[in-house]
């Protein structure tokens, strides 16, 4: 898997195709997996690069410092768990308080089209983007429609009746939930 740090530097050949996950990927838990095989399936049907977009540190670390996360997983183990899914470019940016600035609409524009050309991008149900996580999955959805690119809404993976989440995870860790912990993962 090449990481790519420094989207500024990132030149894509003009034909190559990109299908990418964006989100954080904290814990790849079941949903994780399943949003990166879809990846690496659309990407090997449509000859693409598998890529994901992922952060160097957790959102939340720096628009909240204050608040200390609980990391599932460290970005090493991140990366390997990427790796051995079979992911052939990770965007690994760095979450900056300026990225965070950036509108849901000028991120696809900016990023998606003009910088990546992606062919398919693909998010979590739960998952937002841009600014103050303005933006939603039906927001991508019609972005995607209007920058001619797809768009994947991917389905929660459940466990029992409640999707599995990093959020869910982190909360069955405080609760010493272990054994439903590691069916999440």
């Known amino acids: 898997m090449k990481i790519i740090t420094r989207l500024d530097r990132f030149k894509k050949a003009?034909?190559?195709?990109?299908?990418?996950?964006?989100?954080?990927?904290d814990g790849f838990h079941l949903g994780h997996q399943k949003l990166i095989a879809y990846v690496a399936a659309q990407a090997k049907r449509h000859r693409a690069l598998s890529a994901v977009?992922?952060?160097?540190?957790?959102?939340?670390?720096?628009?909240?410092?204050?608040?200390?996360?609980?990391?599932?997983?460290?970005?090493?183990?991140?990366?390997?768990?990427?790796?051995?899914a079979g992911i052939d470019l990770c965007?690994?940016?760095?979450?900056?308080?300026?990225?965070?600035?950036?509108?849901?609409?000028?991120?696809?524009?900016?990023?998606?089209?003009?910088?990546?050309?992606?062919?398919?991008?693909?998010?979590?149900?739960?998952?937002?983007?841009?600014?103050?996580?303005k933006g939603t999955t039906d927001m991508m959805r019609a972005l995607?429609?209007?920058n001619g690119f797809l768009f994947k809404k991917m389905g929660p993976v459940m466990v029992g009746k409640t999707p599995v989440s990093s959020s869910m995870i982190r909360k069955l860790l405080a609760a010493g939930e272990i054994e439903t912990v590691n069916a999440c993962l």
Do not use: W
Request: hydrophobic content about 40%; charged content about 20%; proline content about 6%.
């Open 144 to 146: 995607a429609g209007k």
């Open 14 to 25: 003009p034909s190559t195709r990109l299908i990418l996950a964006i989100g954080n990927f």
């Open 53 to 84: 977009m992922t952060f160097q540190q957790h959102p939340q670390s720096v628009l909240h410092p204050e608040k200390k996360q609980l990391l599932l997983c460290s970005l090493e183990q991140k990366l390997f768990y990427l790796e051995k």
């Open 91 to 133: 965007f690994l940016q760095s979450f900056t308080p300026s990225f965070s600035r950036l509108l849901p609409k000028e991120f696809v524009e900016r990023i998606l089209v003009k910088k990546l050309h992606v062919l398919e991008v693909c998010m979590g149900y739960d998952a937002h983007f841009g600014h103050s996580r």
